[in-house]
């Protein structure tokens, strides 16, 4: 059976650890869009972190923090390089100390199924890994990954073989 708590025992809980509230009550904000790559994303969410926490939240949720083909974050390359196109390392490391002060969790929007190689290899994907702490090989690209170029190509076919009727009628 569930247990009723007031709230000001959910604010005593709230300060006890941290004021990050972690039992349910948490405001999640998605930090980011599509485009947010292309304005020094870090430095800007930096500038408005008291903003956000004077608006309620207890989470942010951070966009894919490392190195990637995509500009977005979503075809990582190196795990272990956080530069990327929001921003670099030490730019992130910075907004997460602040949020850490407004006591705001950091969420990461970590990616690991969709990775791709840094360079391209003898079919044209960029399937190798050149130049990085990860000893994968051409074998570690995922079957639906392979670099921006291969993906490009599936679409099309796609786009193609689907342009079929649905196998059902629809009666008015």
């Not at 304005?39 to 190195?67: C, M």
């Not at 997460?96 to 969790?105: F, K």
């Not at 199924?113 to 290899?121: A, C, L, M, P």
């Not at 994907?125 to 050149?130: F, H, I, Q």
Request: glycine share 8%; hydrophobic share 35%.
């Amino acid at each position: 059976m569930g247990q009723v708590v007031s709230d000001a025992v959910v604010q005593e809980q709230a300060a006890g650890n941290g004021g990050i509230i972690k039992n349910g009550r948490e405001i999640l904000l998605q930090a980011f869009n599509w485009e947010s790559h292309k304005h020094n994303w870090w430095s800007n969410l930096e500038g408005r972190v008291a903003d956000i926490a004077k608006s309620g939240f207890t989470s942010v949720w951070l966009p894919p923090p490392t190195q990637s083909l995509s500009p977005e974050g979503y075809l990582p390359q190196n795990l272990y390089s956080l530069d990327s196109c929001y921003g670099s390392l030490q730019q992130l490391n910075s907004l997460i100390q602040n949020m850490n002060d407004h006591n705001i969790r950091a969420m990461a929007d970590v990616v690991i199924n969709h990775r791709v190689g840094t360079t391209k290899g003898s079919t044209g994907m960029y399937n190798r890994y050149d130049g990085i702490p990860i000893s994968w090989d051409e074998h570690a690209v995922t079957s639906c990954s392979g670099g921006k170029v291969a993906i490009l190509q599936r679409l099309r076919i796609k786009n193609t073989k689907n342009k079929k009727k649905p196998p059902y009628k629809h009666n008015d």
